[in-house]
């Protein structure tokens, strides 16, 4: 079509047109899409900013953090929204890099920790996990790291605040090792550490990177100093240079050689120490990103799987965020490009409802205000307008029947009995829960021995969510109380005699459908859970369920 030849002329000009499937190729090849993994205050933000500043993306330290304090959140979004500074934008930022096109992913932490925060890991073709070197490996690391590894993503390390007082970096790696179960390659070493970080020696390519410390421009050079045993490294630190040299023969001896092969299996994972902060060994971790780091690979769906180098289009719809702005009731769903090219305009079809939309106004991700994009590729995002009928796991196509697998509900930590103060809203009351619960914003459980309501999340703000928009859309005002529960699982079992005889038992108490109708079973404590497996050894507890 004559777009497509318009633009083919307009990113290539010196050569003649090339063919769709050539360039759709292309385009997929030179992106990488992740997210980042860790535990709050580890210094993602920090290090996303860092990121930004050298693709050229934002020109000033300070924006992204601004945008995480809520300063500059934008009037129109929901009041909560502002409050905690959570904007679409942040969302997803795209940028350019060394001709490619990085597409990050937000994987909200602190208080915005949510179900979301795991789905987007479904969404991202590796991801680079920020570890607190003075702390190590911590909680939420380990929750986000299994869920990577339900599809083996490749992880990228980054031992984050060299410049403060911190572990012993050998025993951060045996930590990674034995509490996260994947290999660790270091790439870099760290030279001291605190007041005397001296920088690090890249292992790969015998170089030493010295620290200084600063790093709020892009251009910031580090001096690099070639091979371990050039003489003016003992000149310079005399002490810490021996040190270095034991450290580093007993790293070769003891520890993994980064094998490429290995990570991209998931298996292992290469090691960069650094301080975000001061913008260093940002850059090592953004080259192997680029060289290491898969671009989009292909997906399962239900029929066949597919190549992000097909030409027709394809997606699925990984998160929903609710508009935010009262007067439009508005939701944008966030659409990852499975294959194939999408241009404004086109008509694709919702799978589910087996319904053709045209999608005229689309949600681009950009971290600068360059001009607005019009296409989007294998790996990239796009934000579709939603009016309530688009849920979490949905998928569209130009038409075939592909439904994609791996975006699933994840078994939440947190429960609340609903209530509402006013009894005659109660159909509005389930009406809500119902749409809410299909679209992912929460999960909802029906107890079959009680007329109670449970409603399940990952994070304690999506209650709050929940209860603003059972509020503002439904006109329903809803109180959350406490429960007894603990954990949630879902329930199957090939032989329904089985199910039926757990139904009647004792056990048969804590059953609860899902909005889908799946059945679950909630403990009211880890022991309890643990006493009922044992007890029923022909059913599956699962920690999730897949899309209906
Ligand atoms: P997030 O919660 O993971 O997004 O973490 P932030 O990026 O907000 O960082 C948490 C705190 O650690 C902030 O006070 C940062 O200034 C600080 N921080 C981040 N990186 C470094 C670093 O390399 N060195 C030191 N000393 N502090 C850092």
Request: net charge negative.
């Amino acid at each position: 079509t004559d777009s497509i030849q318009e633009n083919v002329s307009r990113t290539d000009v010196s050569e003649p047109a090339k063919a769709p499937a050539e360039l759709i190729a292309r385009e997929a090849a030179r992106r990488r899409t992740f997210g980042i993994i860790s535990h709050p205050d580890a210094g993602k933000t920090t290090l996303t900013e860092k990121l930004l500043l050298f693709s050229g993306a934002i020109q000033l330290a300070g924006t992204v953090k601004a945008r995480k304090s809520g300063r500059h959140a934008t009037s129109d979004w929901m009041e909560i929204e502002k409050q905690r500074g959570i904007s679409v934008a942040s969302s997803v930022m795209q940028f350019e890099y060394r001709d490619h096109v990085v597409n990050l992913l937000d994987t909200p932490g602190h208080q915005d920790f949510s179900e979301d925060t795991y789905r987007v890991l479904t969404a991202v073709d590796s991801a680079l996990m920020v570890i607190d070197a003075a702390k190590g490996v911590e909680e939420q690391t380990i929750k986000l790291l299994n869920v990577c590894r339900m599809r083996d993503t490749p992880i990228l390390t980054f031992m984050n605040k060299m410049d403060r007082e911190t572990r012993d970096p050998l025993e951060l790696l045996d930590e990674v090792e034995s509490v996260l179960k994947i290999e660790c390659a270091p790439v870099t070493w760290p030279i001291g550490m605190g007041k005397a970080f001296r920088g690090v020696y890249h292992l790969l390519r015998d170089e030493i990177l010295l620290f200084t410390a600063g790093g709020e421009r892009a251009d910031q050079e580090f001096e690099v100093i070639k091979g371990i045993d050039n003489p003016r490294l003992v000149e310079m630190f005399p002490l810490e240079i021996e040190q270095l040299k034991m450290e580093v023969e007993l790293v070769h001896g003891a520890s993994h050689a980064f094998d490429l092969e290995a990570f991209l299996a998931g298996r292992q994972t290469p090691v960069f120490f650094g301080s975000a902060i001061n913008n260093f060994g940002v850059r090592e971790i953004l080259n192997a990103l680029l060289e290491w780091a898969p671009a989009p690979r292909s997906r399962d769906a239900t029929v066949r799987s597919v190549q992000p180098t097909e030409t027709p289009f394809s997606g699925f719809v990984f998160k929903i965020q609710a508009n935010m702005d009262p007067a439009h009731r508005d939701r944008i769903a966030f659409l990852r490009v499975c294959s194939g090219r999408f241009e404004r305009g086109m008509k694709i079809k919702h799978l589910r409802l087996n319904r053709e939309i045209k999608v005229s106004s689309v949600v681009t991700f950009m971290a600068s205000s360059r001009e607005q994009v019009e296409e989007a590729y294998a790996g990239d995002i796009i934000g579709l307008p939603n009016h309530g009928n688009m849920q979490i796991g949905d998928s569209f196509s130009e038409g075939e029947m592909l439904q994609f697998t791996g975006i699933p509900f994840f078994a939440p930590d947190f429960f609340r009995v609903v209530r509402i103060r006013n009894p005659l809203k109660i159909k509005q009351l389930h009406k809500g829960l119902q749409q809410l619960g299909e679209e992912g914003a929460v999960q909802v459980f029906k107890p079959v021995h009680s007329g109670d309501m449970i409603l399940g999340a990952v994070g304690v703000l999506q209650f709050e969510v929940v209860a603003s928009r059972l509020m503002n859309e439904y006109g329903v005002d809803a109180v959350f109380e406490g429960t007894s529960i603990s954990s949630a699982r879902w329930i199957s079992c090939d032989d329904k005699r089985v199910l039926a005889d757990f139904e009647r038992s004792s056990a048969g108490q804590n059953i609860a459908y899902d909005a889908a109708g799946n059945m679950a079973y909630l403990a009211t404590s880890g022991v309890n859970l643990k006493l009922t497996q044992e007890r029923w050894p022909k059913l599956t507890f699962h920690t999730t369920r897949e899309h209906a």
